[in-house]
């Protein structure tokens, strides 16, 4: 029969796992405000108060670390878009609730996207050798479906939805606006980012994605 860790071995592990979380929140603002191509493991080190040789230790270089980076920010998103329990609420709830999620996750993170401007500058090799991000983002997807199902099953929704299209679309949506509202508020003359005009952006997304669901 195995013995139970000892109370020296639980604190190593606990002190581990606090290390390399500092290391990845570090990594994390370092890589949004730098690229992968400018992020300094120098300046990681300084931000996380710990010596490089212990990022060394648990992510071997910073192509690496830049790949957990990616996939410990999936694993935030996909962690708070399971507390929206979508399957407990009726489809065009669901599909309502996840359109807000993302609106303010996006808003309220703007690092994600910036990493991923940064991974898709390197043609998110970091991430097709992943299986983890993989495992991750499938959950959402599967949801989705379900949800997509349901609608159509009640008569709700049209039929032949594709959850991965819909949702690159629900993501788009909120990504394009956001990643682009300097240059669009420049060109158009107005501030995009007002509270009026993100609440309107909010309502106009959730009207074209439920206008394509809904059955008339």
Do not use: C
């Amino acid at each position: 029969m195995p013995r139970d860790p000892s109370p020296a071995t639980e604190e190593r592990v606990r002190d581990a796992d606090r290390s390399q979380s500092t290391i990845l929140a570090a990594a994390r603002d370092e890589f949004a405000e730098s690229g992968l191509g400018g992020a300094r493991m120098d300046r990681i080190a300084e931000r996380a108060g710990l010596n490089k040789r212990l990022i060394y230790y648990y992510f071997e270089d910073k192509e690496k670390l830049f790949q957990a980076v990616l996939e410990q920010a999936y694993r935030d998103i996909r962690a708070e878009e399971a507390q929206l329990h979508l399957l407990d609420l009726d489809p065009a709830t669901a599909v309502r609730r996840l359109i807000e999620f993302t609106w303010d996750y996006y808003l309220a993170h703007p690092e994600f996207m910036t990493l991923l401007n940064s991974a898709n500058l390197h043609r998110a090799r970091h991430l097709q050798g992943s299986q983890r991000a993989r495992e991750l983002n499938s959950p959402l997807i599967d949801t989705l479906a379900a949800v997509l199902e349901r609608g159509r099953r009640d008569g709700v929704f049209r039929g032949g939805v594709d959850p991965v299209q819909l949702y690159v679309s629900i993501a788009g949506l909120s990504y394009f606006y956001l990643s682009n509202t300097h240059t669009l508020s420049a060109i158009f003359g107005r501030d995009l980012m007002t509270p009026k005009a993100r609440s309107e952006r909010l309502s106009h997304m959730t009207d074209v994605i439920l206008g394509y669901l809904l059955r008339s």
